[in-house]
């Protein structure tokens, strides 16, 4: 990569800007139009699946490419910014869809597996955010948070699924993240210790 | 004093991101601010803005209906045949040309079949303006005040016999015109019963606001059905065909377990990924309850005498 000569944490601020301008200009991109509210849901929601199904990809690529593994630290960067694309999809979705109707939220939820799968990866996402900082790897001992996050595993193949199920008719994009995914859990399964 | 790039300590970086971060949000906010502003401006003009005269009313209206504006009509659509986005049928659609433009009424339930012109078809009516709400299988809704003539008037004059059961009605089906026309793997089909058909509530509309539709809405002429989901209200119809079999429309084509026939509004049935209970009315906060047979229960009902029966409502 051309960006070698930057000092890391220059690097690792150029990456922070970048996405955080990618969530402004899709924010301002769902202005455009007449549905400001499900514009808003959907790139989030989609944005966000991007990224986490990107953090999966760090580890099988590492073993082939030098690029890759030499910059491994950005899958914590991609990671945490997917998480705060995830918590904009939810805070939306509670806000601007739902109003605060706590009771209508509960009767959607309620028995709607393409929902509970959102939630439920949302819920598992945030400890792994949350922890997702040198001094919590300390804390927890590295053995530890890396069991705590292969949590991953469970909550990017529900973030799919969940991406899948929100389609009336488009499935090839949810179906072809479907197929990485199977890619990287099948290559885990055969290199796992 | 300018502090050199090379001389920032983790802290001021860490704390410079905050400043960032600040700015970011502040960004963030000024679209959704002036869009939260059009919103509310566009719902004063509107109600500013007098419309034609509504020659009826359907009874079931529980609070005074406020359309959306024309704006939004015209530019968050569903016409697969341009394309799958919401925005794509306002931007593509215009390659469709709407003039001429005829209608075939046949099958073997119509003693007098004919091919006719637009201008013919409207001719025969007068033009009625309704204002209905438009509930999307997709729990969106919007409110609309169509102009066109009443669906029965076009049958009548068919002459019906004893094997006009069903009314079946086809799209334009154009590979020049429409960039995706087979989407569907044919030309977009709907059908209604003959009851439902008659009745008075089903419209063939014409236009929007008093404006002739537009591409994107279905121009020249579309069904509208507003107690039934949005994908009933087949667009730029260029056949209708009584028949003796229960037609097979699209959607139940494409997927029978989510699309029925009938795809009545009702809260009490869900699709089995969302619920039909609730609405989210476009260009405007929140959600609202959706109503049985979208408010026109009173009009509809009594051809279906089942309402625990799913077939009627998906």
């Given at each position: 990569?051309?960006?070698?000569?930057?000092?890391?944490?220059?690097?690792?601020?150029?990456?922070?800007?970048?996405?955080?301008?990618?969530?402004?200009?899709?924010?301002?991109?769902?202005?455009?139009?007449?549905?400001?509210?499900?514009?808003?849901?959907?790139?989030?929601?989609?944005?966000?699946?991007?990224?986490?199904?990107?953090?999966?990809?760090?580890?099988?690529?590492?073993?082939?490419?030098?690029?890759?593994?030499?910059?491994?630290?950005?899958?914590?960067?991609?990671?945490?910014?997917?998480?705060?694309?995830?918590?904009?999809?939810?805070?939306?979705?509670?806000?601007?869809?739902?109003?605060?109707?706590?009771?209508?939220?509960?009767?959607?939820?309620?028995?709607?597996?393409?929902?509970?799968?959102?939630?439920?990866?949302?819920?598992?996402?945030?400890?792994?955010?949350?922890?997702?900082?040198?001094?919590?790897?300390?804390?927890?001992?590295?053995?530890?948070?890396?069991?705590?996050?292969?949590?991953?595993?469970?909550?990017?193949?529900?973030?799919?699924?969940?991406?899948?199920?929100?389609?009336?008719?488009?499935?090839?994009?949810?179906?072809?993240?479907?197929?990485?995914?199977?890619?990287?859990?099948?290559?885990?399964?055969?290199?796992?210790? | 004093?300018?502090?050199?790039?090379?001389?920032?300590?983790?802290?001021?970086?860490?704390?410079?991101?905050?400043?960032?971060?600040?700015?970011?949000?502040?960004?963030?906010?000024?679209?959704?601010?002036?869009?939260?502003?059009?919103?509310?401006?566009?719902?004063?003009?509107?109600?500013?803005?007098?419309?034609?005269?509504?020659?009826?009313?359907?009874?079931?209206?529980?609070?005074?209906?406020?359309?959306?504006?024309?704006?939004?009509?015209?530019?968050?659509?569903?016409y697969y045949e341009f394309?799958?986005?919401?925005?794509?049928p306002?931007?593509?659609a215009k390659t469709l040309v709407t003039s001429p433009w005829s209608v075939e009424v046949g099958g073997e339930g119509a003693d007098k079949p004919g091919v006719y012109d637009i201008a013919e078809l409207k001719g025969e009516s007068a033009i009625e303006n309704h204002?209905?709400?438009?509930?999307?299988?997709?729990?969106?809704?919007?409110?609309?005040?169509w102009n066109g003539i009443k669906l029965s008037d076009v049958i009548k004059s068919a002459a019906p016999n004893s094997k006009a059961k069903y009314v079946r009605f086809t799209t334009v089906n154009d590979p020049e015109q429409m960039p995706n026309a087979d989407w569907a793997g044919g030309p977009y089909v709907e059908g209604l019963t003959i009851e439902e058909a008659m009745n008075p509530l089903t419209l063939l509309a014409t236009g929007i606001?008093?404006k002739p539709l537009e591409q994107q809405n279905g121009a020249p002429i579309r069904l509208v059905v507003?107690?039934k989901?949005?994908f009933k209200y087949v667009k730029s119809i260029v056949k209708i065909e009584l028949v003796e079999v229960m037609p097979k429309n699209t959607w139940?084509l494409?997927?029978?377990?989510?699309?029925?026939f009938?795809?009545?509004?009702?809260?009490?049935?869900?699709?089995?990924?969302?619920?039909?209970?609730?609405?989210?009315?476009?260009?405007?906060?929140?959600?609202?309850?959706?109503?049985?047979?979208?408010?026109?229960?009173?009009?509809?009902?009594?051809?279906?005498?089942?309402?625990?029966?799913?077939?009627?409502?998906?």
């Amino acid at each position: 990569m051309g960006l070698r000569w930057l000092p890391i944490a220059t690097r690792k601020h150029l990456l922070n800007i970048g996405l955080c301008l990618l969530l402004i200009w899709g924010i301002y991109e769902a202005t455009i139009g007449p549905d400001l509210v499900s514009n808003l849901r959907d790139f989030t929601g989609r944005y966000g699946a991007y990224l986490l199904l990107i953090t999966l990809l760090f580890t099988p690529f590492s073993q082939r490419f030098t690029w890759v593994k030499r910059n491994l630290w950005m899958r914590r960067n991609i990671g945490v910014w997917g998480f705060v694309y995830a918590a904009a999809h939810l805070l939306i979705w509670i806000t601007l869809e739902f109003y605060f109707d706590w009771a209508l939220m509960f009767d959607e939820v309620a028995g709607n597996l393409f929902i509970l799968l959102g939630i439920l990866a949302f819920v598992l996402l945030t400890p792994l955010a949350l922890t997702s900082n040198n001094r919590a790897v300390k804390y927890l001992s590295f053995r530890k948070w890396q069991l705590l996050h292969s949590l991953t595993y469970v909550a990017i193949p529900a973030v799919i699924v969940h991406h899948f199920m929100a389609q009336k008719t488009a499935v090839l994009e949810p179906l072809l993240m479907g197929s990485v995914l199977i890619l990287v859990l099948v290559w885990r399964y055969r290199h796992a210790r | 004093m300018p502090v050199k790039s090379s001389e920032i300590t983790p802290e001021k970086v860490y704390k410079r991101r905050r400043v960032l971060i600040g700015a970011g949000v502040g960004v963030l906010a000024v679209p959704l601010i002036d869009k939260a502003y059009g919103v509310f401006q566009d719902k004063q003009e509107q109600l500013e803005k007098p419309l034609s005269q509504v020659t009826t009313q359907p009874s079931a209206e529980l609070e005074p209906l406020v359309p959306t504006p024309y704006e939004t009509i015209t530019s968050y659509n569903n016409y697969y045949e341009f394309g799958y986005g919401k925005g794509d049928p306002a931007k593509a659609a215009k390659t469709l040309v709407t003039s001429p433009w005829s209608v075939e009424v046949g099958g073997e339930g119509a003693d007098k079949p004919g091919v006719y012109d637009i201008a013919e078809l409207k001719g025969e009516s007068a033009i009625e303006n309704h204002i209905y709400r438009f509930r999307c299988v997709e729990a969106w809704s919007m409110v609309i005040p169509w102009n066109g003539i009443k669906l029965s008037d076009v049958i009548k004059s068919a002459a019906p016999n004893s094997k006009a059961k069903y009314v079946r009605f086809t799209t334009v089906n154009d590979p020049e015109q429409m960039p995706n026309a087979d989407w569907a793997g044919g030309p977009y089909v709907e059908g209604l019963t003959i009851e439902e058909a008659m009745n008075p509530l089903t419209l063939l509309a014409t236009g929007i606001y008093d404006k002739p539709l537009e591409q994107q809405n279905g121009a020249p002429i579309r069904l509208v059905v507003p107690w039934k989901y949005g994908f009933k209200y087949v667009k730029s119809i260029v056949k209708i065909e009584l028949v003796e079999v229960m037609p097979k429309n699209t959607w139940w084509l494409q997927n029978k377990r989510e699309y029925g026939f009938y795809a009545n509004v009702n809260p009490q049935f869900d699709h089995p990924r969302w619920t039909q209970a609730t609405e989210r009315v476009i260009g405007e906060l929140g959600r609202k309850p959706t109503l049985l047979f979208n408010g026109y229960a009173e009009e509809v009902a009594y051809m279906y005498p089942e309402l625990d029966n799913r077939l009627y409502f998906y």
